[in-house]
Structures are given as structure tokens and as C-alpha cells.
């Protein structure tokens, strides 16, 4: 398990009678650039948000950073960013109150909140909308937020998911080379989408999902060695 940040284990998810997840089992090396693809309804967010700790699952269990997320998904949280697929900014603030408010919750002091704020609002290109209320935002400057905030903490790990969905290739070709540079600096990133143009130009190693079962785990180099491209392997799993 030293090799990984991230380790699942078994993870089994119904509602009701419905399940969700199947026995999902797989791991993340330090520095990835995981990707998890699925077609809507697989099971995706479902799976994320486990690993936030915001859905409990029946059974199995994940480990981050060698923590057992039952147990110490306190000490999981300091290290851990996250991008949920549903908008959640506070509309009624600036973009620079929501990283302030949002530093709050780990307690990382003023001095330096202040500082790492202003230092993602340059990097994700918003400083000019620093006091521009989230209500006033684009789509997609509202997505990059969503991302700055996320990185508020400076996790090693961060879980997005399906950050550039509904985006103009503009916006999106923007965020990808965000995430590129994070990753080239050492962070280790899990992110979910369902375009596959985007997966290819990511992606080190992916899962995909169906039905809430893991059909495929690899590097995608691999994934896509036998003449299928990406899309026309999607496609398949899609009609099943
Ligand atoms: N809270 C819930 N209650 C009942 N069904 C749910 C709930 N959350 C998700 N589902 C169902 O689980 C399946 C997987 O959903 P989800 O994880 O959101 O898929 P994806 O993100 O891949 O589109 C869907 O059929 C969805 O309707
Ligand atoms: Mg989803």
C-alpha cells in the first residue's frame, strides 16, 4: 500500500434495492493523473462522493495516504481537495470571500489564507474578478473557482468530478492545463468525466465504470493498444 494515496477496497453501494456500486476495488499511485470514465448513471459520483465522505457505503473500505477513511477521515480532510460535480460557491460572495471563508474550515490562519488566495486567484487567471460576486460569474469561471477553492489547503490529493462538463472548449482547454501543471508539481489527481478527448489528453491510468461495476483498470495506453480508440471502446461499454 506505500506506493498508493489511494486504496479501495470491496466498495459496495445500494439505495434500496438498486445497487449502485458493485465491488469496486482498485488503487492510485503518489503522482497519478487517474481518470474514472463511465457512462451517466454508472456510478461515478456515487463513487466520489464515498470518497469524500459524504456517501457511506455498505461495504469496503478506503484507505488515503495510508488512513483508513472510517476512522480518520478528519486527518483525510487536511490533505484532500474536492470539486463535487453540483455548484456549491456561496452566491452572495465575492470570489475572494469564498476562499476566505472556505480556509476557515481547515483553520489556516489569516496570514496565510490571505496569501494562498491571492496566489490561486493568479493562477486560475481570476484576480481581476477577486471581488466580483459569484452570482455575476460564467459558468466557467465559476468552475475554476470551484477548483482554486479546492486547492485552498494544499491537498495531495484532489478528487474532481466532472469539472469541465458542459464548458466551451475554451474554458475547458483552460482548466485541463490547470490540472496538468498541479500534477506536474506533485499533486495527485482523480477526476471523473465522460469526454474522451479529454481522458485521452489527461489520463496516466484510468477505471471504467458500468453499471456500478469496474469493467476496465489501466494505463490507457494499454486500454486503448487494440485499434479501438478510446470513444469507440466507450461506446460499447455504453450500449451494454
Ligand atoms: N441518493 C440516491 N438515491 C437513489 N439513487 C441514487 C442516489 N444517488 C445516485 N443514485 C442512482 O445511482 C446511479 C448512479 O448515479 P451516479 O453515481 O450519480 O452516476 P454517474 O455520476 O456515473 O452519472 C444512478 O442510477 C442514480 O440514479
Ligand atoms: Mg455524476
Known sequence: MKNYILTVKGLTKNFGRFQALS?????IKYGDFFGLIGPNGAGKSTLLKILYGIVIPDFGST????????YDYKKIKYNLGIVPQDDNLDEDLSVYENLLIYSMYF???????????????????LADKKYSKVAALSGGLRRRLMIARALINNPSLII????TSGLDPEYRQN????????NENGVTILMSTHYME???????NMIILNHGNIVMNGAIKDITSNKKSLEEIFLDIAKN
Open 23 to 27: 465491488n469496486v476495488t482498485f488503487s
Open 63 to 70: 484507505f488515503i495516504s495510508g488512513l483508513d477513511l472510517k
Open 107 to 125: 483553520g489556516i490562519p489569516r496570514k496565510e489564507s490571505i496569501k494562498k488566495s491571492t496566489e490561486l486567484l493568479k493562477f486560475f487567471n
Open 160 to 163: 474532481l468530478d466532472e469539472p
Open 175 to 182: 482548466i485541463w492545463g490547470r490540472l496538468k501543471a498541479l
Open 198 to 204: 479529454e481522458a485521452e489528453k489527461l489520463f496516466k
